[in-house]
């Protein structure tokens, strides 16, 4: 079976060789605010591994054409999540939490007598990953996108991403001799990424964006 990793270039690099800033201590609080109750939607709480159960893509999300592949489904620790040594001593640099990957396949590419897939067919994956702070987050979103510019995209293209969390990027280019579209963003101290390849339209891959950031935006 071809891989889907392959599909969409092994899009899961998130390396990046700068080191995260020291935070500034938090200030003491006046004893005015000290009787003021903070309104959860001014200061929703930090996501957290437990919250990506419900925020990543799964079975019913799938696509036409595709089939939700459990067996590249799964939670990723930062070793498992991480491709090389480099990329650990980088995840490690931004507090990476927890990770979770999906992948969706051409319908029938899981059966184990399934031909190679062909050029064109429909791959989906999505990445969600959870980092100690926006800073971490927004550290691995920046260097993830770098990478895909500069070693994995052909003919690369920015398209919008408008609307998907606190900071995003959406791009559209080649990779491997097929059509991939990305959307890559941060929500607080969120990492998503939904990328679709082969007959997955630039739209389909969007929808699948938006539908992460509402579950996200629920999960706070």
Do not use: K
Not at 113 to 128: N, T, Y
Not at 179 to 192: G, H, K, M, P
């Amino acid at each position: 079976m071809r891989s889907a990793a392959v599909a969409v270039t092994a899009l899961l690099a998130v390396s990046c060789t700068t080191a995260r800033p020291a935070e500034p201590p938090e200030p003491l609080p006046s004893p005015a605010s000290s009787f003021v109750i903070p309104s959860p939607f001014l200061s929703p709480h930090p996501f957290t591994a437990r919250d990506l159960a419900s925020i990543v893509l799964g079975r019913r999300d799938t696509l036409d054409g595709t089939e939700f592949a459990r067996p590249f489904s799964v939670d990723r620790t930062i070793d498992e999540f991480a491709s090389d040594d480099e990329e650990l001593r980088q995840l490690s640099q931004d507090r990476f939490v927890a990770a979770h990957i999906t992948v969706f396949v051409p319908t029938g590419q899981l059966a184990h007598d399934a031909p190679p897939a062909e050029l064109g067919s429909p791959f989906v994956q999505g990445i969600a990953a959870v980092f100690e702070t926006p800073v971490g987050a927004d550290s691995s979103l920046r260097r993830y996108v770098a990478n895909l510019r500069a070693s994995q995209l052909q003919h690369e293209v920015t398209i919008s991403a408008d609307g998907l969390g606190d900071s995003s990027e959406g791009l559209r280019g080649q990779a491997g001799g097929e059509d991939v579209t990305i959307y890559a963003w941060r929500t607080a101290n969120l990492l998503l990424v939904v990328s679709g390849s082969g007959t997955i339209t630039p739209e389909l891959v969007r929808t699948l964006a938006d539908r992460m950031q509402r579950r996200a935006d629920l999960a706070r």
